[in-house]
């Protein structure tokens, strides 16, 4: 693993409701995300977060992980995590690339799911959200560029 051993985990619990971290929201490399009969949806696209390993500790009880990860990043889990109960991780959109950026699931799951979302259906996913609403009104206010959709995009004023 390619973290660095001081780095202090970002929590996120969603205990009976819905919670979302979109764009650039962190500069960590190690979460602890938990999810009781809720759902989480974690950013991870964001140039801010330092290169190499990404670690990702779940405690799902009947909770839903939705991961907004780059084109090519590859997602581990096997033998990683513990199943009990139905539920699976679902990566179907795009492809992973051999030397992409890792992305290491480890932790518990019961009657959970982990649904991986990349390219554009994680821009359609980011922008489903009331936070996506709030950047476009801000960047129309302000005259820059939303990055929730994209957090890869440099607000930048237009002359």
């Known amino acids: ?6 780095t202090s985990p970002v929590r996120v619990d969603a205990d009976h409701t819905m919670t979302k971290h979109l764009g650039n929201w962190t500069t960590s490399q190690v979460f602890e995300v938990r999810a009781r009969a809720g759902a989480a949806v974690v950013d991870l696209r ?9 670690e990702i500790r779940v405690d799902l009880d009947r909770g839903m992980l939705k991961l907004l990860v780059p084109d090519g990043a590859r997602v ?4 990683h995590l513990e199943w009990t109960g139905r539920g699976r991780v679902k990566d179907s959109y795009g492809t992973q690339s051999p030397d992409g950026r890792v992305i290491k699931i480890v932790g518990r799951v019961h009657r959970g799911e982990i649904r991986v979302h990349r390219g554009g259906v994680a821009i359609l996913s980011a922008m489903a959200s009331r936070a996506y ?8 206010r302000t005259g820059t560029m939303p990055t929730v959709d994209d957090p ?4 930048f004023a237009p002359k």
Do not use: K
């Open 133 to 140: 609403l709030e950047d476009l009104r801000h960047a129309h």
């Open 76 to 79: 581990e889990h096997f033998g």
């Open 152 to 155: 890869t995009r440099t607000t």
């Open 46 to 54: 964001s140039p801010d977060i330092p290169d190499g390993d990404i």
């Open 1 to 6: 693993m390619d973290i660095t051993e001081n």
